[in-house]
């Protein structure tokens, strides 16, 4: 585990509005003993140990150890739970699996964590209108399985899929490898029932997927927690295409797999997936799963076609014959769909695979137009070079979302530097006409970088429509939004003030 | 001046609620003060290398048993690593609620095959629990329910004797027991959970004996020794009777020494460590005098333990060598039996069957078998294999854990039972005789149920598997 040193840069009072002035809260036993009059008292955990062990989520560069964590088991105890915060004027974080790397789950202090992991029940599946009405809690993989004895699924599928649940997706309107042709969760979610601050139940969205009035389903989905607790999803299903093709092609150089990429999209192919993995992260993925990567290749691709069977086959040489052309050194074809989830777990397994050939790194996640794909990459390799630091890049190409990962060592005190060329990294994204965030979400990690893409008055519109649903700042306080305290404060390893040390001062 | 959020003295609400304050550090190591090994004494303690390999990430919480019931942190496979590390830190004493989190997992396993980063929990496990062995101390009723456990399971002595106590038991069992048990006290739980895994007991099986030597037939392959084990040479002896004839008919001396005893495995997985080595010298010993090419095992559990006993060995001089020599020696039986199906010489007669096989945890999950005992039964012809949803799941029997967990363990049974059930099989295989065991107390008498190579040994036979009528 990495170290974690860095601690949330942000204070115990969970306010995130520049100025706003709710007073520390008193959390003391009348509030466990609000939340034991509502759940079990099992289900309220207030000792020392279960409460860290919600410090931090999949991002432990952040910690924070909240007041109290509950475990509701179904939507009626949620609204509850988010009833006793609002009596008691505390703030709470919804917790899904905690897997998220943008610290978008870490705790509050002072604060509740709501774990949504005892809602996992599928509630339906509606064949025959291709939907599913899921409680929040569910596995985002579960999804397809209880879907595909009927030949349907669920499209989004971040390469978390198996642990990351369909309400942290919600939350950080997740994509995943094949979003480039299926879009993302925003696309596929039709309706939820959400508790508001106030701890009211509402409706977002519609069964159909028809609405009138603003699209305010589409204005939670990615809102980061922080405008509700989503208890109950109604998703879209698809049809499990008729036939899926995958190669997996080896290139000389990164920038031959990026003109490829390029080139495919011209030529009016949709591919479902096109994922481009360099030699690190294939060298780290390989060790873990053996998935017949060439580790020694500069760049692979992964393309996937899917549709008709004709349509596939005629598209699918024209793609081999894109590949050829900017001279690709081997092409697998996986012949098996075993084989092809094979391919598959080595793209999905890269990131936590990392931890096999670097003792720690960070996960970054931006977005560059398609365009300027080979250019952002020499950036960030003439970056890497310059911090001393090796960054390994896996990402979906197709639509320009990258992953570049930060491999460092706590230990050999590289840590500063590699937050710092992370951050870089992200920001240079926006500098190329991209975006800060692909699907990671901003969380902890970015709200300090998002004046780097919106303006005072974007920032301040956004604020005023989290404050529509959440006017005292209850949910998830302290993500998302810049604060000065939050950005003042370099986040980085706690370092005693020279004025502390000498006694004059202390924190508090 | 600027807010330094944790660890600090504003966040202790303890003392707001009630708890009595976390006590000073030098206290929690009983004034010795912080050490090099935080919590943890410094023989052995979870090595920092193992504990940073973990970043985290979650992939293995949907696979873990107890975060599949319970969904909590605590009781998750990073979770309890985050456990570790703090306690490794110092953060936290090992008594209390480390002990509490670190009992309820199984050792499934199951987290090591879902780990993309490669962690090794099961060495960190391995590392812990003899910690918690040594250093907490338990509670008279859970002190004295250990001992009475590892006092009557490792004997096949002891075990013979409660399976006569255990038939006549049977016999005479009335039908208003079951409604009795209900109303025991909670706290007798244990005993409850201990009596209703008490398998139908053949006193006839329970006190035949292995032949020392079983000549193969025709061309000899080889030696093999056979562990026979405990439980599974008392309770499910006619499973060592087919191993023996598979083992024969495909070409091998089977050798069973008489003078074998337990190989240390239900200790070594509860973190009984002194026991363990003592008993894996002995059984290193015996295969030794016995003079095998391989020694077989059909209890996923014992050899999982007897494949680590290099590991378990390493820091004895005198031991070291002919420990790894012995481990290196181990099969599962399924391994066995997969390399001869190139050049089977023992004809399979066809078994109709739609068969469902439950991978034992320590066999998919700490000896990554899966294939082997799978090829091993589509060779049988007719034989239709069916693939268990959830199968990565433990079904709760977990060594002794069923026992001394016996709440989590039922759930998991009534889970895995279900997912058996709605396979709609003929026949359940598995190769653990706990696994046996757990899974009959929560599927009843739905469904025949068999070790794998009782399978086989019925094909090579042409006889109906028995069970199956």
Redesign the interface.
Known sequence: MPERTMEAPHGGTGNDAPGAATPPVAVGPELARAFRDVLPADLVITDEVGRRSYECDGLTGFRQIPALVVLPRDADEVAACVRVCARHGVPFVARGAGTGLSGGAMPVADGVVISLQKLRRILEIDVENRRAVLEPGVYNLEISKAAAPYGLYYAPDPSSQQVCTIGGNVAENSGGAHCLKYGFTTNHVLEMEVVLADGSVVTLGGPTGEQAGPDLRGLFIGSEGTLGICTKVTVRLLQTPETVRTVLADFPSIEAAGDTVGDIVDAAIIPAAVEMMDSLSMEASEAATGAGLTVDAPAALIIELDGPADEVEAEFSHLTAICERHGATRMHVPAEAEERQKVWKGRKAAFAAVGRISPDYIVQDGVVPRTRLAEVLTRIAEMGRDAGLRVANVFHAGDGNLHPLVLYSEAAGEHDAAEKLSTDIAELCVELGGSLSGEHGIGTDKACSMPRMFSSDDLAVMHRVRHAFDPDDRCNPGKVFPTPRLCGERPGPYRPHPLEEAGVIERL | ????????P??D??S????KP?PERADLLGGAGPSEFGSFDAHHPPAQEL?????????C??TCPT?AL?????DSPR?R???M??AEKGE?PLE???TT?IDRCLGCMACVT?????VQYDRLLEATRPQIERNVPRSRSDRWFREAIFALFPYKRRLRAASLGGALYQRLRPKSMDKLLARVPERFGRLVAMESLLPPVSVRDAFRRMPERTPGIGPRRGRVGLLTGCVQDVFFHPVNEATARVLAAEGWDVIAPREQACCGALGLHAGREAEAIERAKKLIAVFERAQVDTIATNVAGCGSSMKEYGELLADDPEWAERAAAFAAKVRDISEVVDETLADARARRHPIEARVVYHDACHLGHAQKIRSEPRRVLRAIPGVELLELPEAEICCGSAGIYNMLQPQAASDLGHRKAGNIRGTGADLLVTANPGCLLQIRKYLGADLPMLHPIQLVDASIRGVRPPEMG
């Open positions: 001046m600027t807010t330094h959020p944790t660890p600090g504003t966040l609400f303890s707001e609620r009630g708890e976390a504990l940073d390999d973990c970043v985290h990430c979650g992939f919480l949907p975060y319970w969904g909590e942190e605590m979770g690593i985050y456990l590390e703090m936290i209390g609620s480390f989190h879902a780990c993309p980063s490669g």
